[in-house]
């Protein structure tokens, strides 16, 4: 396994995807992407209660997509929506409900009822 010798040339946003590919590979997942999907709903849900964020500036580039590309963020979205909605409502985060739905362009409602059904 390597370890990393942070000298603080390198922007430590860059070194955090390789860490989590080595936490990862660690943990015996075949990649980053299965092991962030896996823990999605715990990482969502301290973004917005520990860390105080909203979901808009959630890290979504550590799963593939582009946070300032237009549409990556409702990609995003609408890929993990079965998982992220339930934490929203558990949480009782009623502005992040409401920016996915506008977000995804579909009333709250139509929304909480695809992930029940």
Not at 27 to 37: E, I
Not at 61 to 68: I, T
Request: glycine share 6%; no cysteine.
């Amino acid at each position: 396994m390597t370890f990393f010798k942070y000298s603080g040339r390198t922007d430590l946003a860059d070194l955090i995807p390789q860490i989590i590919g080595h936490v990862a590979a660690a943990m015996g997942y075949n990649n980053k992407l299965d092991f962030l999907t896996e823990h999605i709903s715990f990482l969502f849900g301290e973004w917005i209660t520990t860390l105080k964020k909203s979901i808009e500036s959630f890290p979504i580039q550590l799963f593939g997509f582009k946070p300032h590309k237009p549409g990556d963020l409702k990609a995003f979205l609408e890929k993990y929506i079965s998982i992220i909605l339930p934490k929203i409502i558990f949480l009782l985060e009623k502005p992040n409900l409401e920016f996915v739905a506008k977000t995804l362009q579909k009333e709250i409602s139509v929304i909480i009822t695809y992930v029940i059904l």
